[in-house]
């Protein structure tokens, strides 16, 4: 499984998570198959976005294009820091 850990400060997270949820079918169409939303314990502007993606390609393909860094600059996002990952093993303990 493929997946991509972003990590990075909203200026506002309402004001993020309302164009994060507008851009759900454009993600699903570019690849994104599930994903997870966790902030800071102590900033609730520190999001992580973490997501598992049909190819690192296609992740790479979305989240470098220049339609998605014009969304992003809308959103407020600031220095998105993107970590591209092969999974290796998963366990339930």
Known sequence: MHHVLIIHEVESYPAW?????QAAVMRKQAGEISYQLLRYESD?????HFSKWST???ARRFFE???LIQIRQKAGVKAPNFIYLDEIE????
């Open 44 to 48: 609730a502007n520190n999001i992580v």
């Open 65 to 67: 294009s220049p339609e």
């Open 56 to 58: 690192l390609e296609n």
């Open 90 to 93: 998963q366990q339930i303990l």
């Open 17 to 21: 998570k309302a164009i994060f949820d």
